[in-house]
């Protein structure tokens, strides 16, 4: 069955970074769009990143521009999110996602999410 295997996550001070990694299993991961979600406590879950099936285009949230890559190694069948120059605002659980439209079908996997608190 599908799977989506987030790790990664943990206690971080403001300024620090972290590396998130998200390993797939059961499905054709080279075919889907991936992105990382985070929700904070109290808030509605907010798209943070965006990479295409192929790698070859991101999008990123204004909050996160500049401070966190988005990337993905099909051959690992892996997605990852760095994140740099940490801020309080970005403690939440971080959520990754497979995407893909198959004409009017659309395909949405998740990830159990993993904690990032930063945090002094």
């Known amino acids: 069955q599908v799977q989506l295997v987030e790790s990664g996550g943990g206690l971080v001070q403001p300024g620090g970074s972290l590396r998130l990694s998200c390993a797939a299993s059961?499905?054709?991961?080279?075919?889907?769009?991936m992105s990382w979600y985070r929700q904070a406590p109290g808030k509605e879950r907010e798209l943070v990143a965006t990479?295409?099936?192929?790698?070859?285009?991101?999008n990123y949230a204004d909050s996160v521009k500049g401070r966190f890559t988005i990337s993905r190694d099909n051959a690992k069948n892996t997605v990852y999110l760095e994140m740099n120059s940490l801020k309080p605002e970005d403690t939440a659980v971080y959520y990754c996602?497979?995407?893909?439209?198959?004409?009017?079908?659309?395909?949405?996997?998740w990830g159990q999410g993993t904690q990032v608190t930063v945090s002094s």
């Open positions: 059961g499905f054709t991961f080279s075919r889907y769009a």
């Open positions: 996602n497979a995407h893909r439209v198959y004409g009017l079908v659309q395909y949405n996997y």
């Open positions: 990479i295409t099936s192929t790698g070859g285009s991101t």
